[in-house]
């Protein structure tokens, strides 16, 4: 391919770049399988692209992986401006969303148009979660920390004192439109833990 | 699509999918953009899939973008045993490939034999750094610590006392072969650094 790329083309991308850096100081609610400290979302998100890559047949919608990995790759972030909700905690889902909005703004905004038209579009549809790519992705977004929760003794459902059925709804209904053998499974994992803590 | 799938295809990767957990604990040599602390290879990987993407257009050699990706994705999964190499410090290759050839046994073994084979295969592809796809992926790898050096004020070259030249041996020469405007800019950035340190 002829390089005929100027420099400019790459320097314009750097400070979107370096910003994204920011992610890896973002702290979710979930804490890493060992239970050591709370998981960031810049790990967060490389963790469930592997997820989606390594379960993609068990989408029960019509999937292009590599438009879902891309959506994984930026879906959190907006939150270097916008902070992490957690999904088990009080939400002002008005309020989030205009900072989520203005915050996509700025960061894609550092990219040159055509990307930030591509990045802003691509986001968007993941936070609407209508298209199969993004009932997927969404899925597996969601999935991801309950498999750590069991893994680490109950992590973020001890701190938000969640029941199995706040699990159902908030979670499990997201889950099982993508892929609902997942959630099956999954489900009958975590079920005697919510049993022992009377929780269920 | 039919979901004839049982829960075994999907039982049998929760192991993998657990154990890639822990490349979150492994950390290398980078500091952080603002030099608050390492850099781990999951946030690492998530970044660089970030850049690979974002900089796609500045490969000179022809690639597929999805694979590349793939490739990023889990390269570094292996320090989970292998540990990560510090590109300044003393390696002994053959001890390294060899320990890390273990790790892709180990680690890749988890999976179902289809997805075995693909990703060690990957793996192999992105070490042996010869087809294109590979090439571009190694570029990226190597250039965005550089970024985060040059960020921080220095990180690891002044861990390791590293001057300009071997900054050119060690990471230029490499990430030229994929993306040698990248690496025109890239140094012409740190070059200052370097002179103001009397290590040029
Ligand atoms: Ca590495």
């Not at 703004?105 to 609407?128: D, I």
């Not at 209508?130 to 003794?153: E, F, H, T, W």
């Not at 001890?158 to 099956?184: F, M, N, T």
Request: glycine content about 6%; charged content about 25%.
């Amino acid at each position: 391919r002829p390089n005929t790329l100027d420099c400019t083309a790459f320097t314009s991308r750097l400070p979107f770049l370096n910003e994204a850096d920011q992610l890896k100081h973002v702290l979710r609610a979930t804490l890493l399988g060992n239970g050591s400290r709370r998981e960031n979302s810049a790990e967060h998100s490389w963790h469930i692209m592997l997820y989606a890559w390594v379960l993609a047949e068990h989408s029960i919608v019509e999937i292009d992986i590599n438009r879902v990995m891309q959506m994984l790759l930026l879906h959190d972030l907006v939150e270097i401006d916008a902070g992490d909700t957690p999904i088990h905690g009080e939400i002002d889902h008005k309020k989030m969303a205009a900072k989520e909005e203005a915050a996509a703004k700025r960061l894609f905004g550092l990219l040159p148009e055509a990307q930030k038209v591509s990045f802003t579009a691509l986001w968007h549809e993941f936070e609407a979660a209508q298209s199969n790519d993004a009932i997927y992705a969404k899925s597996i977004d969601r999935v991801q920390p309950v498999l750590l929760n069991l893994k680490n003794g109950g992590g973020s459902w001890i701190e938000y004192s969640v029941s199995l059925a706040q699990v159902d709804y908030r979670v499990g209904d997201k889950v099982k439109l993508g892929a609902p053998r997942v959630w099956d499974f999954v489900r009958s994992q975590i079920e005697p833990w919510f049993v022992s803590q009377g929780l269920d």
